[in-house]
């Protein structure tokens, strides 16, 4: 009978004890947002990753809350609050990131830029119903989702870009250099596919591990294929060592990559590999100058003065500059539903330093994309400098568009 | 020519995984522990040396002393405070220990340097040697010669110097040395700072290559493992050989990627070349029987205890009800945590099954929970959800039996190398080609889950969880209970007595993998139908050491093992807790000291405690029927005792 007064007392014990744990964990839980409180916007990035930091993304999204609140009162009033949660390209991580975002209660979200968006949050965004505003889409799960509105073509537009870039000036034998891996194997074959639609004669794929130590096998397999061109997937944290090992390996053709890898650090510590290096931007202030840059320059010096002026910062900007004119345009209360509601009215859109939106501008398997323009530059004696195409090919004039001078590429049809 | 040109190339590849190598074999010759860490300290060693160079002006050369000598003291105080003290514990703890280093090394390294991934200059010539057609960069060459140097040194030094020999006879006797007026204290300190300070030399050469991150050398230990093993975790020279044959292969191996067909479907494609290293480890392991020399072995050391659960059926009622309040009154952040968690705690439950009960080590349990993900993604969209979670655990406990057949002719370490080579091999080749994920483009899409119709939404999916989670608790504690468990811990303690005793060791051994693997399989459905989607990156092979670490510090024989490594578990409570307080990013270093402290204060696990408590509570109350968790040494607990002498009777 004692035994079992024991047994009684502990399994009392312990459920009163979690009990009281579960009412004190779940007790805090985030206050619902209110018609006069801020308007929150929830941005998921993966910051703390070897491969791929959207640090810069971070501190521009917060430098532009900043300029909202302290130079245009706020919108309707109303301050503006950014969260920001780090999923470290993690998906267990971005499963919780994800559901403490939601938590918050935001009308939407801005500048996601996260590896595993695609993998595992986007379906959560969905079913929540909350609209996305600028962002760096590189699946296809977000290329399609009927609730993102990029501003730019993310990674989807950036390669494909860079391929008929290299088609326009003649080349016709080109290298593709990817990561092992599902996802990056999947963007080589398309851009194979691409290459072969645009009149390309011959396209190889080279494959390298993610944690390879060394590069240099890879770039003998590339030299030895004796391509035209290059177009390599890396990330700012490869890119050190795979130009380096292009260039010991004597790969002297044109090397082309994303804006990714075109930061300081890579360039300064690259021992010159990167010179000559072509770079695809989404956003280019160097090309499109004017107010918009004056804008941008102002909000970045004043407000998040340490920062490096990139393709992230440019990118995000004009993210944050659309999440602005679409939530300036809500009619009432700026609630998720109006915010979605007046995204899906704004999808033509003028753009920020970027090419516009435009929604016709679409390409049937990328319908979210309704910015699939990017520009080219090379990087050289310290500068980006913008390519200039002479003349446009016949059969490449639906791929490039040239605004004010200046060649924009994109790697997709629209449906119409 | 491209064949000599390949291989040639693989120089610089072989050269680090030799570099790394011989610190393992370093180690494993003085104290018989392979050390997960070994890339770990290289990092950490990496980072120290470049800050010191680069951002604290110091010179080149007085850096590297600095550094070589800071790793060697820490080799000398993570033996001492940790090694030492688990000496006569099991592999498991021990290997669990270098586990726990590794990630206290990963969590440090993120929380005090920039994570982002650069390539630091390095001190070695960077200039390119024409061979022919071949153009090496000269530092390639340079670390491939400075491993054979290394490994003609030491090679040199452990033969033919008493030191050298005194480490070896260390190794082999301990008693015996110690006999002989040496000190088993000092030569494990030595062996450690040695298999450091090489680590710390390895990571200097190696990072302007290989570039510098937390994890970059880090998880090299697949392929580091394969020269080590070549080397039969005993020979210098061979684990230099071994490192670079292994590099040249694989850099060989990219002239015959692009081929295609469906005859090469094992070398050609997504992650075969990255795989490459760990199929040299099974096939290595598996071929040879038990390769691994028997080092340091002089006590067999206690398992941990494997008390039979309590409450078995009041439990039960208590979890439903405990969860059910949990359930109803979380925030949904909380809520998909409390999912993570119950999840995690299925996998740990299979950890509990076939390496707490069985014994055998498994490090792929998140691999196989991802085979049942995968399975569920292809499946989820025509079958009702019962059938996909039954087909999931099926096809799952299949590829359990396939994982678990090395186990019929290797045990311990090397089964622990063999299923950690499995789990590598999940995640770069079955969880990335499209062949077997059937999605070309993205990631394979899972539909929400519904019963009987009726789509759930996460509350009643979090209540499916929490039934199907203690029902398979009911079943694991109802297993450690009966005859079929006490079989187990028999094979567990000595597997000749169960062998002597009738049992058909293979057949519980192969049944075991397939039981645990099953449950996992559910596991990783249960995770698909949460996320909606299969994501390959959280059923990585860290995602596996992590479980295992998790439940070793709960307690691994004991359901209350299965219970801590849900709650750590990657999304689960824990990480939650952490998420909303701004501590994410010190997950892993908080897990791997809390380990490390763990290990030494309750090497049984932290659930023992419990059982001490009413063990003691009832010493004073006069009714004391159960034994404490910490008995004599070489037994699993006093009851298992008496059960396995009355299975031999």
């Avoid at chain 1, 930091?53 to 917060?62: F, G, I, L, P």
Wanted: with cysteine; aromatic share 6%; glycine share 10%.
């Amino acid at each position: 009978m004692k035994h079992k007064t024991f047994r009684t007392r502990v399994a009392l014990a312990t459920a009163g004890l979690l009990t009281m744990s579960a009412l004190t964990a779940c007790g805090s839980g985030a206050a619902s947002a209110s018609g006069s409180g801020p308007i929150v916007l929830g941005s998921l990035l993966t910051i703390d990753n070897p491969f791929w930091s959207n640090a810069d993304v971070k501190a521009t999204s917060e430098a532009w809350e900043k300029y909202i609140n302290k130079e245009l009162g706020g919108i309707n009033g109303r301050e503006v609050k950014i969260v920001t949660c780090d999923d470290k390209g993690d998906s267990a991580a971005g499963t919780t990131c994800a559901n403490n975002l939601l938590a918050e209660e935001p009308v939407a979200f801005v500048n996601n830029a996260s590896l595993v968006v695609g993998q595992v949050v986007l379906p959560q965004f969905t079913q929540a119903k909350v609209a996305t505003l600028g962002a760096w889409p590189i699946s296809q799960q977000e290329n399609e989702n009927p609730l993102l509105f990029p501003t730019t073509s993310g990674a989807s537009g950036t390669y494909p870009g860079l391929a008929v870039y290299l088609r326009s000036i003649g080349i016709e034998n080109v290298a593709l250099v990817f990561e092992d891996n599902g996802a990056a194997n999947a963007v080589a074959k398309s851009l194979a596919d691409l290459w072969k639609s645009l009149g390309g004669k011959k396209s190889s794929i080279f494959s390298y591990g993610l944690r390879t130590p060394d590069f240099t096998p890879l770039a003998s397999q590339v030299a030895a294929s004796k391509p035209e061109a290059v177009i390599a997937g890396i990330g700012a944290g490869d890119a050190v060592r795979v130009l380096k090992a292009f260039k010991a390996a004597g790969v002297d053709v044109p090397i082309t990559t994303t804006q990714t890898p075109a930061v300081k650090t890579v360039l300064e510590s690259s021992g010159g590999a990167a010179e000559g290096v072509y770079f695809s931007f989404v956003c280019s202030p160097t090309s499109v100058g004017g107010k918009d840059v004056e804008l941008y320059e102002h909000v970045m010096k004043t407000y998040a003065p340490d920062r490096e002026l990139t393709g992230q910062t440019c990118a995000a900007s004009s993210g944050m500059q659309y999440a602005l004119s679409v939530l300036q345009g809500v009619k009432g209360d700026i609630t998720k539903e109006s915010v979605l509601a007046q995204a899906q009215k704004s999808t033509d859109w003028p753009g920020f330093m970027t090419h516009p939106m435009e929604s016709d501008a679409a390409a049937k398997a990328t319908p979210a994309i309704r910015n699939p323009y990017v520009t080219v530059a090379q990087y050289k004696k310290g500068e980006f400098v913008p390519v200039n195409v002479d003349r446009v090919p016949a059969g490449l004039k639906p791929y490039v568009n040239v605004r004010d001078g200046i060649p924009w590429f994109r790697g997709t049809l629209p449906a119409s | 020519m491209d064949l000599l040109r390949m291989a040639v190339l693989g120089l610089g590849l072989g050269g680090a995984y030799a570099l790394l190598a011989l610190g393992v074999v370093a180690i494993y010759r003085g104290t018989g522990v392979p050390n997960f860490a070994q890339g770990a300290v290289g990092m950490f060693s990496a980072y120290v040396f470049f800050g010191l160079r680069d951002d604290g002006g110091v010179p080149a050369g007085l850096a590297v002393v600095i550094t070589v000598v800071t790793a060697s003291l820490a080799g000398v105080a993570f033996y001492l405070l940790v090694m030492r003290q688990l000496r006569n514990a099991p592999i498991l703890a021990r290997i669990t220990a270098t586990l726990g280093l590794l990630l206290v090394l990963r969590g440090l390294a993120m929380a005090l340097f920039d994570v982002a991934s650069r390539t630091p200059r390095g001190e070695l010539p960077s200039r390119v040697l024409q061979l022919g057609s071949v153009a090496l960069p000269v530092d390639r060459l340079l670390i491939a010669c400075l491993a054979v140097l290394l490994g003609i040194v030491l090679s040199v030094v452990s033969v033919r110097t008493r030191l050298g020999l005194a480490v070896r006879a260390v190794a082999d006797n301990e008693k015996g040395v110690q006999l002989v007026g040496l000190s088993p204290q000092l030569l494990g300190a030595l062996t450690w700072a040695i298999g450091f300070a090489l680590a710390a030399v390895a990571g200097i050469v190696l990072s302007p290559i290989s570039g510098l991150d937390a994890d970059a050398l880090t998880m090299l230990i697949v392929p580091v493992f394969g020269a080590a093993l070549l080397a039969r975790f005993n020979s210098f020279m061979l684990a230099v050989a071994g490192g670079l044959g292994i590099g040249i292969a694989q850099s060989t191996l990219a002239l015959v990627q692009d081929h295609q067909g469906w005859y090469s479907i094992l070398w050609a494609g997504i992650g075969r070349s990255q795989a490459f290293p760990a199929l040299v480890v099974i096939l290595l392991i598996v071929a040879s029987g038990r390769l691994l020399p028997a080092r340091g072995d002089a006590a067999t050391g206690r398992l941990p205890v494997a008390p039979l659960p309590r409450y078995r059926k009041s439990g039960p009622v208590i979890a439903l009800a405990v969860g059910l309040l949990l359930i109803y009154t979380s925030s949904t952040p909380w809520l998909s945590a409390g999912i993570m968690t119950l999840c995690g705690i299925l996998i740990g439950l299979s950890v509990v099954v076939v390496t707490g009960y069985l014994g055998q080590i498994s490090l792929a349990q998140c691999a196989t929970a991802g085979i049942g993900g995968l399975v569920t993604a292809r499946l989820a969209a025509g079958l009702p959800l019962p059938l996909v979670m039954l087909i999931a655990a099926a096809v799952a406990g299949v590829i359990g039996i396939i994982l678990g057949l090395p186990s019929v002719r290797v045990r311990g370490q090397s089964l622990a190398l063999v299923t950690l080579s499995a789990a590598y091999i999940c995640e770069q080749v079955v969880f990335q080609d499209p062949r077997f994920t059937d999605a070309e483009y993205g990631y394979p899409l899972i539909p929400a889950a519904a019963l009987f119709g009726r789509q759930l939404d996460m509350t009643s999916f979090a209540v499916l969880v929490l039934v199907v989670v203690i029902a398979v608790g009911s079943l694991v504690g109802a297993l450690r209970a009966s005859s079929l468990g006490r079989r187990a811990l028999a094979i567990r303690e000595n597997e000749a007595a169960a062998i002597a005793a009738g049992t058909n060791v293979p057949r519980y051994k192969l049944a075991g993998f397939a039981l645990a693997s099953a449950i996992a399989g559910l596991a990783g459905c249960l995770l698909g139908y949460h996320a909606l989607v299969f994501a390959p990156n959280g059923f990585t092979t860290f995602a596996s050491l992590n479980i295992v670490v998790m439940a070793y510090i709960g307690g691994i024989a004991m359901i209350g093992g299965a219970i801590f490594a849900g709650i750590g578990a990657a999304g689960g409570l824990f990480a939650q807790l952490l998420a909303v307080n701004g501590w994410a990013s010190y997950h892993d270093l908080i897990g791997g000291l809390g380990l490390l402290i763990a290990i030494q204060l309750h090497p049984n696990g932290i659930a023992s405690l419990g059982h001490d408590l009413r063990h003691r509570l009832r010493s004073r109350t006069g009714n004391s029927k159960v034994p404490p968790s910490a008995p004599a040494e070489h037994s699993t607990d006093v009851a298992t005792d008496s059960e396995i002498e009355r299975l031999v009777r």
